[in-house]
């Protein structure tokens, strides 16, 4: 089948690349295993040199651009597969944690600000404090945006787990289904975590932008 379609080595260009990041990718058993996260593009000849996989148990791998093939608007990988499918739970909390960490980080951020105003403390301690926090967030900004990565990736693996639901429900009887039914709440109540703390995490990270940009604005001046 594969020879009849084809392949991102038969792509040009970089606008067209552009337009599949983020595209759904699939083992040769059509097994949802990732999405396209990068593209190499070769200067001349503007075709893809290698791409960048990011696979749902987290993991990067690198494919030859002729060993995967469009189809629509996903990805056909021409070789199969193996992916583990980890619990997202402590993921999850991870990250809710994380964002309530950045959010004390600001606050604190704020009562420095107003006791150096006030004449509280000195310049000095000001500055030390300020030092700490600042590596403190650093460091949960790169978690975060870690944890965003791996669990965008399990977003598309759990609402085709969702779809695959639907589908065998509409096909069984009530007596069959009424497991299905159970699993099929299960992975939707997850997803609407998975969308929330999404969300609220992306939220914190414009802040936290805003923030990067205040305080540039402020050096400068």
């Known amino acids: 089948m594969f020879h009849k379609q084809r392949t991102l080595g038969e792509v040009v260009g970089r606008e067209a690349f552009k337009k599949l990041l983020g595209a759904k990718v699939r083992s040769s058993d059509g097994v949802y295993v990732g999405y396209l996260k990068r593209v190499y593009i070769d200067r001349r000849s503007g075709k893809a040199k290698r791409l960048v996989i990011k696979l749902i148990d987290g993991r990067s791998i690198v494919i030859d651009p002729n060993d995967a093939v469009l189809n629509n608007d996903e990805i056909i990988l021409k070789s199969k597969i193996k992916v583990s499918v980890s619990d997202i739970t402590g993921e999850l909390q991870r990250l809710e944690q994380a964002v ?113 940009d205040f305080l540039q604005s402020y050096l400068r001046a």
């Open 100 to 212: 309530k960490e950045l959010r004390g980080i600001r606050e604190r951020f704020l009562d420095l600000d107003e006791a150096l105003i006030a004449g509280e403390i000195s310049k000095d301690t000001y500055a030390c404090f300020r030092e700490t926090l600042e590596e403190k967030r650093k460091q949960l900004l790169s978690e975060v945006r870690n944890l965003l990565e791996k669990l965008e990736v399990q977003l598309h693996r759990l609402e085709e787990e969702r779809d695959a639901l639907m589908l065998k429900l509409s096909s069984v009887g009530r007596e069959s289904g009424t497991e299905l039914l159970k699993k099929l709440r299960e992975v939707r109540e997850t997803l609407v975590r998975v969308y929330e703390l999404i969300e609220s995490a992306r939220h914190e990270m414009a802040l936290e932008m805003e923030l990067d």
